[in-house]
C-alpha cells in the first residue's frame, strides 16, 4: 500500500466514524423522543407563562428546535436546580438544558456544550442607596444556593472588600431565583445576584423596582450538560445547534428573548474558565 493510499484509507475511516459519532443513539431513535427536564422558575430561559401556564424560555425553544433538527419529539418535565444534575446522571433526562453553567467542578462526570455567555451581577431594589459594588461589602446578598454564584461572590468579597479593610460580604442562600427576588423586596437582604441573562427579564416584569450595579463581575458560560459516555448524543447536538448558529435561527431565538448580545460564535466544549 502506499503511503498515499494508506492516508486516503485513513481519512475514509475517519470520516465513517464521525458520520457514526453523528448519529443519534439508538434508543433515543427508536422512541422518537428526548426526555429533558428543567427548573421552570428562572425566566426568561425557562418558566410558566403566567398567563396560559404553558412551558416557555429561551432554552424551551432552543430545545424544540434541536428536536426537530433530530426529528424527535421532546418529553418535558421539571424539577428543582438541585435536581438537574442528579436526573441527567440517573438518566431520568437525555441531556440538560435550563440555565446551567459550565462549572469545571461539574466536569468530573459531564461535559458540557457551551451556549450562552453569562456572568453574575449585583442589584438592589431601586431605592437602595449603594452606587457602586463595593457598597455592598459587609452587607447581606443573596443568590441562589446551587448555583456557581455563592462561590463568585465570597471571590469578589475577597479581592474587593477585604483588601480595602471592609468587611466581606455576608452571603445568604436562597432556592431559586423567585425565592431571592423575595427575600429582597421582603428586606431580608440588602442585594442579590443573578445571572447577566435573567436581570433584563426580571426589570421588565417588574418595571422600575430593582437596580443593577456595575457590570457581571465574572464571565462564563450556560452549557447542555451531557454525561460523560454520552458522546454520541453530544456530538449530533452539537451539530445541528451549530447549524442553527450559521444560518440564523440561534440567533433569532437569543433576539426574541432580549439575549442577543450573550451569543456565541461557535458552539465549546467546557470552556468556561471556572
Not at 446551567?100 to 431601586?126: H, K, N, W
Not at 452587607?139 to 468579597?157: A, C, D, L, Q
Request: glycine fraction near 8%.
Amino acid at each position: 500500500m502506499t503511503r498515499l493510499s494508506h492516508f486516503l484509507g485513513f481519512a475514509a475511516l475517519a470520516a465513517v466514524m464521525s458520520a457514526q459519532a453523528a448519529e443519534l443513539p439508538a434508543e433515543i431513535k427508536q422512541a422518537g423522543a428526548l426526555k429533558l427536564t428543567v427548573n421552570s422558575t428562572y425566566a426568561p430561559m425557562e418558566y410558566r407563562d403566567p398567563a396560559t401556564n404553558e412551558l416557555v424560555g429561551l432554552d424551551v425553544d432552543l430545545a424544540n428546535e434541536l428536536a426537530k433538527r433530530l426529528g424527535v419529539k421532546i418529553v418535558w418535565s421539571e424539577t428543582p436546580f438541585a435536581e438537574l444534575i442528579p436526573s441527567l446522571q440517573t438518566r431520568r433526562a437525555d441531556f440538560i438544558i435550563s440555565g446551567i453553567s459550565d462549572r469545571a467542578s461539574r466536569r468530573e462526570t459531564a461535559d458540557f456544550v457551551d451556549y450562552l455567555g453569562t456572568g453574575p451581577q449585583f442589584f438592589v431594589m431601586a431605592e437602595n442607596e449603594a452606587k457602586v459594588a463595593t457598597d455592598l461589602c459587609g452587607k447581606k446578598v443573596g443568590t441562589t444556593r446551587s448555583t456557581s454564584f455563592p462561590v463568585e461572590i465570597e471571590k469578589w468579597s475577597k479581592q474587593n472588600c477585604e483588601p480595602a479593610g471592609k468587611p466581606a460580604i455576608q452571603y445568604v442562600p436562597g432556592e431559586n431565583s423567585i425565592d431571592v427576588r423575595n427575600q429582597l423586596k421582603q428586606g431580608r437582604i440588602d442585594a442579590a445576584v443573578q445571572g447577566s441573562e435573567t436581570l433584563p427579564y426580571a426589570q421588565t416584569q417588574e418595571a422600575g423596582k430593582y437596580r443593577v450595579i456595575g457590570e457581571p463581575f465574572a464571565k462564563g458560560y450556560q452549557g447542555i450538560m451531557f454525561r460523560k459516555d454520552d458522546a454520541a448524543l453530544r456530538e449530533v447536538v452539537t451539530e445541528k445547534l451549530t447549524a442553527m448558529i450559521a444560518d440564523g435561527s440561534y440567533k433569532a431565538v437569543l433576539d426574541k428573548w432580549g439575549l442577543g448580545a450573550n451569543a456565541v460564535e461557535k458552539p465549546m466544549l467546557n470552556a468556561a474558565p471556572q
